[in-house]
């Protein structure tokens, strides 16, 4: 069963935040908060871990579209291809935020993602999950965890989360309340930006 790990915003546990990236590390699954919806996440390099996360999803891996969590804006060139300078005023502008935008891929993605020609690049504007990427030194893969119910379709209470999925993964971070609004997407590959879905985020960028 998944272990609830209080954590709170305004000042993480440093000593929290390591035991989750040893267990991230380790292959762990973590359901952690963001800016909009609580996401389900791994380390973008253990493939057995991004294995699980396609199973839970009920899609094959090569063929999800997961997002990368990053810590900020400096090692997105670790896996975007060169951007124009317009399209880095639309990040910097935007990000951190509650937007995921799709951006052209580089042959750096790890192997699993090497098919791919686009990647879909998150900064949230949460404390707990910037620390967390920072510390794991690597982004963590972010999908949202949807709810079957017809009037909710996100949990926003961690405890709830944590009874439901805790048969499924290793660590429910409590970060209080999430919201249930999911992220903007921007499509940023094309000469103007094209909205996919609207979100949290503004959709005037």
Not at 42 to 58: F, H, S, V
Not at 90 to 112: A, D, E, M, W
Not at 188 to 201: A, D, F, V
Request: charged letters at 25%.
């Amino acid at each position: 069963m998944a272990e609830l790990i209080r954590i709170y915003e305004e000042n993480p546990s440093e000593k929290e935040l390591k035991r989750i990236v040893k267990i991230l590390k380790k292959g762990g699954l973590v359901i952690y908060p963001t800016d909009t919806v609580y996401g389900l996440g791994c380390d973008i390099n253990n493939t057995k871990a991004l294995e699980k996360i396609a199973r839970i999803k009920g899609i094959k891996l090569e063929k999800a579209n997961f997002s990368f969590v990053c810590q900020d804006l400096s090692n997105l060139s670790e896996y975007v291809a060169q951007l124009d300078s317009t399209t880095f005023k639309i990040l910097k502008r935007n990000l951190p935020g509650p937007y995921t935008f799709i951006l052209p891929g580089n042959n750096k993605l790890p192997s699993v993602f090497k098919k791919k020609k686009t990647v879909g690049i998150r900064v949230p504007n949460n404390k707990i999950v910037q620390l967390l990427v920072q510390h794991l030194g690597n982004p963590i893969i972010s999908t949202s965890i949807r709810d079957e119910d017809d009037v909710i379709e996100y949990t926003t209470d961690p405890e709830l989360i944590a009874e439901k999925w805790g048969k499924l993964v290793d660590v429910v971070i409590d970060g209080g309340f999430g919201d249930n609004v999911a992220s903007t997407v921007f499509d940023l590959t094309e000469t103007e930006p094209k909205l996919i879905r609207q979100g949290k985020g503004s959709a005037d960028i």
